[in-house]
């Protein structure tokens, strides 16, 4: 069974930068995407950043330049490093996995993605 826990949330004054993590256990595809998504409250849910099992990365554009999503197979875990922190970027931040492709044009809808973590929370402050 595929499992995620995302780590790292919490406060940060604008401009300031966090790191999320996400464990990923029972995760055996061969060719597959993760992501980041967000969502703050009355808002709808949003990619945030991907990257595919071949290293591949794509970002949303109001964090290109100020996040970066990484992966260490090593300890099976997901990075989100943020930096430039605006409030904006105040939300619930999801980590999220699904089989095959990750972006084309775009960053692949987060209905396609079948595995969720529980959230962390990032709240900014101004």
């Known amino acids: 069974q595929v499992q995620l826990v995302e780590s790292g949330g919490g406060s940060v004054q604008s401009g300031g930068s966090l790191r999320l993590s996400c464990a990923a256990s029972?995760?055996?595809?061969?060719?597959?995407?993760m992501g980041w998504f967000r969502q703050a409250p009355g808002k709808e849910r949003e990619g945030v950043a991907a990257?595919?099992?071949?290293?591949?990365?794509s970002y949303a554009d109001s964090v290109k330049g100020r996040f970066t999503i990484s992966q260490d197979n090593a300890k099976n875990t997901l990075y989100l490093q943020m930096n430039s922190l605006k409030p904006e970027d105040t939300a619930m931040y999801y980590c999220?996995?699904?089989?095959?492709?990750?972006?084309?044009?775009?960053?692949?809808?987060?209905?396609?993605?079948?595995?969720w973590g529980q959230g962390t929370h990032l709240t900014v402050s101004s």
């Open positions: 999220a996995a699904t089989p095959g492709w990750c972006f084309g044009r775009y960053l692949r809808p987060s209905y396609e993605y079948p595995y």
């Open positions: 029972g995760y055996t595809y061969s060719s597959y995407c």
């Open positions: 990257i595919h099992s071949d290293g591949s990365t």
